[in-house]
């Protein structure tokens, strides 16, 4: 109880505050210092920057490198394959705008201290593919980090921003943020000109394969948890693609990538009785979505239903050709190199489980869905292009606001823009810090104000799960059982049984229809309530309690979106039973939400995808 008496109010000024400070977070924080010497920049994370967010663990390639001083692609190409993956609908003037960028982002992290593989003839980076550089990257998020340190008037570590501020006297406008110190409990007033959301994507949105002993084993960080979706919506951001999850394959319980095995070893994938099972699937899938699986690369969903087809016809596991690959020394290095410069815990897995890929082909899975805008999806908001080649509807303002005022975002954050990654979502920093600049010089004497009873109202509520726990937990009974109130971990298992068995998780193979959609909604309206009366004992379950709110909110969008969109666009990452066709007659749209904070309810429009490339 002293900890919490003790609790003060701190406020902290900035012209430009940048929530995360992972990879769109560092790349907004560093180009906001170059385009605002003299603006105050601070960066408020809910971990530490050193080593926070999803590349926190270091990654082996940078996977978004166009390599234009050699002539290996241009950004257009890099348009057409991400409009291609993702079945025709990307922004391609936001894709566009990151891939003219990306480049320079990645020679500075050379200059920075990264090691690069190289090509040992050409001199050239070491290719893994025809988009993904190869890297020495144990060390790749300290590196970037320390270049945000330098760059950021301040860094807050350790606080979880749970609400974003409005400004007092013009509608629609950002002023800040607050949230709570993780290790002293104090309550933070950020009052900001301009505010960017870097904050990650979400797992555990729905049920993983791991539970009990294994909890927290996903393939997305267990610890992003959906406040770069949740903070935008809790405001009335338009939102767009949330239906848009990821599914991936990925090796059985440890989610090593598969990456480097396909396109540097070269290895392919077998059924259970050695055969190569994809071609059988053609035909079937024509049928669901027409041409688009004669495109080359077919796209990533495509290849997810086949092996999911095969599965489900009774011929699984799926496993990786291995044994060969790693006859060669080279290619048996760069196979543990890769786990062990990202995915330790997969080498662990393997031996574990008496894998060792020379005599055992190892098995692959189909992963729990997430939500992501900086992968091989693109859920997340809608954001203002760049002035010179968005088309007159993309753009509203300031390149990568969104439709609030001051608001802007980076990386996962941002919806329409698949295949950014690290490289990418740190460039998108930068455009959203250069852009937030911008708008901060252009407010000149026209300044937000906080609403004092706001804050104030926020700081009860923040704090409410420690004094429901306080007030509950004389009723406590077997230990952990109480009456009054559900803990953070009984929250987040319910939300993931209802996204899983409702909006198409692994229970259902990804199938839902609209009767199983509407039932979610409904129950997921019953956790919102409940939400009310979550209990935290120490200041660790109330970011528990904060990123269960988060998640909540965005899994009540994913829900709406997937429910609009009366079509199954991509098969393998999720199926509508009732609609089980692509149409592109219908929807090759853009699907966009709109939460209104005041009622509760959601509005669901169709927006026009414009093909700015050929
Ligand atoms: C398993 C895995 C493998 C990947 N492999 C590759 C690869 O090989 N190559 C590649 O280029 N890319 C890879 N990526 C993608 C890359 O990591 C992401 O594209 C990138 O990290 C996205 O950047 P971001 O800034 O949006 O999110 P993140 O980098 O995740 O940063 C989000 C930050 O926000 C913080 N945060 C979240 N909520 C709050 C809050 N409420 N308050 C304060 N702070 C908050 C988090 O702690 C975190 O620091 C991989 C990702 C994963 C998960």
Redesign the pocket.
Known sequence: MALFSSRKTKFVDSDILV????????GAAYESRYWGRDLKVVV????N?ER?????QG??????YMGMQWDENQPEDHVRYARNDLMGLVREDLVFDIARHVDSTVHKFEEWGLPFMKDKETGRYLREGKW?IMIHGESYKPIIAEAARKAASEVYNR????HLLMDKARPNRVAGAV?FSVRDGNFYVFRSKAVII????ASHIFKPHSIGEGMGRT???P???A??YG?PIQIGAKMTQMENRIVLTRFKDG?G?V?AYFLHLKTTTENAYGENYEPNWYNSIKEMVGDYVDHQPVPTCLRNHAFLQEVMAGRGPIRMVTKEAFKDPHKETVGWENFLG??IGQAVVWASQNIDPKETNPELVMSEPYV????ATCSGAWASGPEDCAPADYQWGYNRMMTVDGLFG????IGGTAH???????TE?RIAGKSAVKYVKDLGSDQPQLNETEYEDLKTVVYQPIENYKVGRNEIVAGTVSPSYISPLQGIQRLEKIMDEYAGGIGTFYMTNEPMLNRGLELLAMLKEDLDHIGAEDLHQLQRA??LN?RVLTSECVTRHTLFRQETRWPGYYYRADYPKLDDTEWHVFTASQYDPKTGEWHMTKLPVHHIIE
Not at 198 to 201: P, S, Y
């Open positions: 929530i995360g400070g992972g990879f769109g977070g560092c408020v994370e809910k971990a920057i926070s967010g999803a590349g926190a990654l082996y390639a940078i996977n978004c993904q606080i979880m921003v749970t949230g870097a904050a990650g994507g393939w997305y960080a610890w992003s948890s406040s770069a903070l989610y990538p990456g990202m995915t992501m805008g900086s992968h980076a990386g996962d954050t950014k990654f690290s490289s990418g979502s740190f920093g904060w990123e988060h």
